[in-house]
């Protein structure tokens, strides 16, 4: 078997390591290969404890351990991580996927896909200097997918924008600012050699959330001198769109952005991207009868999609809810703050552990009497399938 891998993102090239590992031929086109995101490079604990390679390498990386806490009309907390996250430039990060599937044995083409056609089994891919023959195809486009008979089928309304500086500086923490009436968040991750500063928001226009960045990064005292600006689309599903979503079809797997693979309320998306090219390609090596993109669906959906879809019913409520007559975001900054059962799960959330699903139960057994009922009648209770409101 010939796989072609369309992308060399993190999701494409962890993608051709595995299968170059199990000895299927694997070529990969992209015609940037490594690039650089105004978002990407953090991993949580949850996908370096999974992949530790991660996290044991040489490459460059921030091992953050204290992350601070902001939002309107409550006092700014930091926040331990007892696991940190490590925080790549995604040029790096990109770097090291790449080589690792090139050593494991994947051919690796600086060259764009144009047009792939069915041709019986097979596939036959065009690209800008020829054509090339496949048995199967992985798709690693991104969100900007330019094969629109492929991969998930973004609407307006299924992404978010990202947009950012990356900053001459040096800091140790990370800084989350949440922003009233925005579906998203401002944040300030130290790199190696520089900081990324940027915002990811849905609902706005790119301009409207780089007006809102500068101005926090003005009022922070971060100057733009010697800054590179960078912008980037973010698949963002509604809650419909997850039980419509293309991720497979004859012939072909998506996975990472290209298969709108992201958390609808973080925007992290690098350990859904390796996860996804994960079971891909467990699923393609499969000695089974049952089709492959049948298994692959059933397999993203237990392993972690029915979650992302829960999230996306609740992050309205996160960022535009209210609670105790605040918004829900200052109320989880002065909950973090004021209760060692809540930095409890706010250190899940962060490591990347704690399910949206189990989360309202979770609450229910460490909250008081009075705080439960508060929070069911917030609306919690209708987002757990099977039971009904407080």
Not at 171 to 183: A, M, N, S, T, V
Request: proline fraction near 5%; hydrophobic fraction near 40%; aromatic fraction near 10%.
């Amino acid at each position: 078997m010939k796989v072609a891998i369309l992308g060399g993102g993190p999701s494409g090239a962890f993608a051709a390591e595995r299968l170059a590992s199990a000895g299927v031929r694997t070529v990969v086109f992209d015609e940037k290969l490594a690039w650089e995101k105004p978002c990407g490079g953090g991993l949580t604990w949850k996908a370096y404890s999974q992949y530790p390679f991660l996290q044991q390498n040489d490459t460059p990386k921030k091992i953050v351990t204290e992350t601070n806490l902001s939002a309107p009309k409550s006092q700014p907390v930091t926040l331990a991580l007892d696991r940190p996250l490590l925080i790549y430039s995604r040029f790096d990060l990109n770097n090291l996927l790449l080589d690792r599937a090139q050593h494991a044995g994947a051919q690796i083409e600086k060259d764009r896909v144009l047009n792939i056609e069915r041709t019986g089994s097979g596939w036959n891919l065009r690209t800008k200097t020829g054509t090339v023959d496949a048995d199967y195809c992985i798709l690693a486009t991104g969100a900007r997918n330019p094969l629109r008979d492929f991969g998930t089928e973004l609407t307006a309304s299924d992404t978010m924008s990202a947009l950012g500086y990356y900053v001459p500086g040096d800091r140790q923490k990370i800084d989350i600012q949440f922003l009233p009436g925005l579906e998203g968040y401002i944040w300030v991750f130290p790199r190696c050699g520089h900081l990324s500063v940027g915002i990811c928001g849905k609902g706005e226009t790119a301009a409207a959330l780089r007006v809102r960045l500068e101005r926090y990064m003005a009022e922070q005292g971060i100057s733009r001198d010697g800054a590179t600006f960078y912008s980037h689309l973010l698949p963002c599903l509604d809650t419909p769109a997850w039980k419509r979503n293309r991720v497979a079809g004859d012939g072909w797997l998506a996975v990472g952005d290209a298969a709108g693979l992201v958390d609808p309320i973080t925007g992290e998306g690098l350990y859904y991207a390796m996860r996804s090219a994960d079971l891909a390609t467990q699923a393609i090596l499969a000695d089974t009868s049952e089709d492959i993109g049948l298994a692959y669906r059933k397999a993203l959906r237990r392993d972690f999609v029915h979650d992302l879809e829960f999230g996306s019913r609740l992050a309205n409520r996160v960022f535009h809810g209210t609670f105790l007559w605040g918004a829900v975001t200052s109320r989880m900054v002065q909950f973090t703050r004021l209760s060692p059962k809540f930095r409890d799960v706010m250190q899940d959330l962060f490591a990347g552990t704690q399910p949206y699903v189990g989360l309202k139960k979770r609450l229910f057994r460490n909250l008081n009497g009075s705080l439960i009922e508060i929070v069911c009648n917030l609306g919690f209770g209708r987002l757990v399938p099977g039971r009904d409101p407080a």
